[in-house]
């Protein structure tokens, strides 16, 4: 049976279970609306005592068993042994979460009022999924409801003289964020990243007609354009985190169909953050701010970010760490993260985003119940949270029945679908996969080494010791 599940100590509690509804030739999605939607609470182990949380494609979400810790006599009674070793520590667990677009505020609030805070407390609040970490649009991406960015007039302004938030950040993303902040138990944290700057910014070639470069006059009002984003949603009471220096920058130069973004090569970007965002960030009042380099795929490590480095070193006089992304990752070696930790080890990586449904080979770009999908999130998290990253985030947190809406028509999957005409969302095996990472690995957990002892290797794990001083393994078992 296939199944995801994670072992921590005893505690007892009564939870709103799953509202399940079968899939044909899928597993279950749990559905919530106005008036019900499952939960899960979670207490401090009692010493000496576990509890087991299981999900599974055969419908199990989140499903407790309650056990003691006895001696095992002799490895060949038990059919998967693992092997903690609580004192040998790795990184620093920062948090998870998810993409708040315009796309998904616009969803949310397509419901009914108390369904609206339902979802909401899904994700963020101690009886949901305790999500700590959100990723939001400067200005317009793919996933917004129409195409836009900051002061797209006058043009030629090199001081931003109209910059202003828009329609989408004051009704979709705004009240929404703030919600979220004000029913979780820790802080949020806001990871901020640029699609594109307005047109006027950049110049386009043949070979690159949909993207463009950045004009050089504008390197430095591009880094003014983030800094005041920064100084727009800290009026809004919205502290930004980190910023990212680009949303997938190489993107341009692949046959991916990217209808906003703006390309870098290796050389330019390193200009841009050592001689411009770098500086402007570190000499203003948002100093404390991280930035992130890439922003894209985790293969652009070995393929820009190496370069970027050997172009223009001080960019590490600036940058935090690096973000990647989820697409591509069963192509690109785990090496590429072990080899980055080796060489830059004072440098962290987030996982920014992450969807499926996005293939142009995928027969269904929403596919209700898909356990597979699930798997995928899975094994991504697990294989990135063994090689060092600190957070991983999903993209949307919801979207409609068709993976939308967006002005571009691309749509995709998401661990929360929204029916509006119903007034429910459906919670997928995405979700649950989501959780048994966020709801279990609070921030300040640390990786410690896990070891199978099994007689043929049938699992993927991951283990923590968390600010509880309890130990966390989550177990993937194919």
């Given at each position: 049976?296939?199944?995801?599940?994670?072992?921590?100590?005893?505690?007892?509690?009564?939870?709103?279970?799953?509202?399940?509804?079968?899939?044909?030739?899928?597993?279950?999605?749990?559905?919530?609306?106005?008036?019900?939607?499952?939960?899960?609470?979670?207490?401090?182990?009692?010493?000496?005592h576990?509890?087991?949380?299981?999900?599974?494609?055969?419908?199990?979400?989140?499903?407790?068993?309650?056990?003691?810790?006895?001696?095992?006599?002799?490895?060949?009674?038990?059919?998967?042994?693992?092997?903690?070793?609580?004192?040998?520590?790795?990184?620093?667990?920062?948090?998870?979460?998810?993409?708040?677009?315009?796309?998904?505020?616009?969803?949310?609030?397509?419901?009914?009022?108390?369904?609206?805070?339902?979802?909401?407390?899904s994700?963020?609040?101690?009886?949901?999924?305790?999500?700590?970490?959100l990723?939001?649009?400067?200005?317009?991406?793919?996933?917004?409801?129409?195409?836009?960015?900051?002061?797209?007039?006058?043009?030629?302004?090199?001081?931003?003289?109209?910059?202003?938030?828009?329609?989408?950040?004051?009704?979709?993303?705004?009240?929404?964020?703030?919600?979220?902040?004000?029913?979780?138990?820790?802080?949020?944290?806001?990871?901020?990243?640029?699609?594109?700057?307005?047109?006027?910014?950049?110049?386009?070639?043949?070979?690159?007609?949909?993207?463009?470069?950045?004009?050089?006059?504008?390197y430095?009002?591009?880094?003014?354009?983030?800094?005041?984003?920064?100084?727009?949603?800290?009026?809004?009471?919205?502290?930004?985190?980190?910023?990212?220096?680009?949303?997938?920058?190489?993107?341009?130069?692949?046959?991916?169909?990217?209808?906003?973004?703006i390309?870098?090569?290796?050389?330019?970007?390193?200009?841009?953050?050592?001689?411009?965002?770098?500086?402007?960030?570190?000499?203003?009042?948002?100093?404390?701010?991280?930035?992130?380099?890439?922003?894209?795929?985790?293969?652009?490590?070995?393929?820009?970010?190496?370069?970027?480095?050997?172009?223009?070193?001080?960019v590490?006089?600036?940058?935090?760490?690096?973000?990647?992304?989820?697409?591509?990752?069963?192509?690109?070696?785990?090496?590429?993260?072990?080899?980055?930790?080796?060489?830059?080890?004072?440098?962290?990586?987030?996982?920014?985003?992450?969807?499926?449904?996005?293939?142009?080979?995928?027969?269904?770009?929403?596919?209700?119940?898909?356990?597979?999908r699930?798997?995928?999130?899975?094994?991504?998290?697990?294989?990135?949270?063994?090689?060092?990253?600190?957070?991983?985030?999903?993209?949307?947190?919801?979207?409609?029945?068709?993976?939308?809406?967006?002005?571009?028509g691309?749509?995709?999957?998401?661990?929360?679908?929204?029916?509006?005409?119903?007034?429910?969302?459906?919670?997928?095996p995405?979700?649950?996969?989501?959780?048994?990472?966020?709801?279990?690995?609070?921030?300040?957990?640390?990786?410690?080494?896990?070891?199978?002892?099994?007689?043929?290797?049938?699992?993927?794990?991951?283990?923590?010791?968390?600010?509880?001083?309890?130990?966390?393994?989550?177990?993937?078992?194919e």
């Open positions: 049976m296939r199944t995801l599940s994670l072992i921590e100590g005893q505690f007892r509690a009564n939870e709103k279970s799953c509202a399940a509804r079968q899939i044909e030739e899928k597993s279950v999605i749990c559905v919530c609306n106005s008036t019900y939607c499952d939960e899960l609470t979670r207490e401090i182990p009692q010493k000496g576990y509890v087991t949380y299981t999900s599974s494609k055969t419908g199990s979400r989140f499903k407790k068993n309650f056990g003691k810790f006895k001696p095992i006599r002799g490895q060949e009674k038990c059919k998967y042994f693992f092997e903690l070793h609580p004192y040998k520590m790795y990184q620093t667990i920062e948090g998870f979460g998810a993409g708040a677009t315009g796309t998904a505020g616009y969803n949310v609030k397509s419901l009914p009022r108390p369904a609206q805070e339902n979802l909401i407390k994700y963020f609040s101690d009886k949901g999924l305790e999500y700590n970490m990723r939001v649009p400067i200005g317009g991406s793919d996933f917004s409801l129409s195409e836009f960015a900051y002061n797209e007039s006058p043009i030629d302004d090199y001081d931003l003289t109209n910059y202003t938030l828009s329609n989408e950040d004051y009704h979709y993303k705004i009240p929404i964020i703030k919600r979220m902040m004000d029913v979780s138990k820790s802080p949020v944290y806001v990871i901020a990243s640029t699609w594109s700057p307005p047109k006027w910014m950049k110049y386009y070639t043949d070979n690159n007609p949909t993207c463009g470069f950045l004009k050089n006059e504008f430095q009002t591009y880094a003014d354009y983030h800094l005041k984003f920064l100084e727009k949603y800290a009026l809004e009471g919205i502290p930004v985190w980190g910023i990212t220096t680009t949303n997938e920058p190489t993107v341009a130069f692949t046959d991916i169909p990217a209808k906003i973004c390309a870098f090569i290796a050389k330019q970007m390193g200009k841009f953050i050592a001689e411009n965002l770098g500086p402007t960030i570190r000499n203003s009042t948002f100093k404390e701010t991280k930035i992130l380099a890439l922003d894209d795929q985790r293969y652009t490590i070995t393929s820009d970010f190496y370069d970027i480095i050997n172009n223009y070193p001080k590490l006089d600036y940058i935090d760490g690096l973000a990647v992304h989820f697409y591509f990752d069963t192509s690109t070696p785990v090496q590429t993260l072990k080899d980055l930790h080796e060489r830059y080890p004072e440098l962290f990586v987030i996982a920014t985003e992450a969807c499926r449904g996005n293939l142009p080979t995928d027969e269904k770009r929403v596919d209700l119940g898909s356990w597979e699930g798997e995928d999130y899975i094994k991504d998290i697990i294989q990135d949270l063994n090689n060092n990253i600190i957070g991983w985030m999903d993209w949307n947190y919801c979207l409609d029945t068709n993976g939308g809406p967006n002005w571009g691309s749509y995709v999957d998401s661990p929360i679908i929204v029916d509006a005409v119903k007034g429910e969302f459906l919670k997928q995405m979700f649950y996969a989501m959780g048994h990472f966020s709801k279990f690995i609070p921030r300040g957990s640390r990786r410690i080494r896990v070891e199978e002892k099994s007689s043929s290797k049938g699992t993927d794990e991951v283990a923590f010791v968390t600010p509880q001083n309890t130990v966390v393994l989550v177990i993937y078992n």
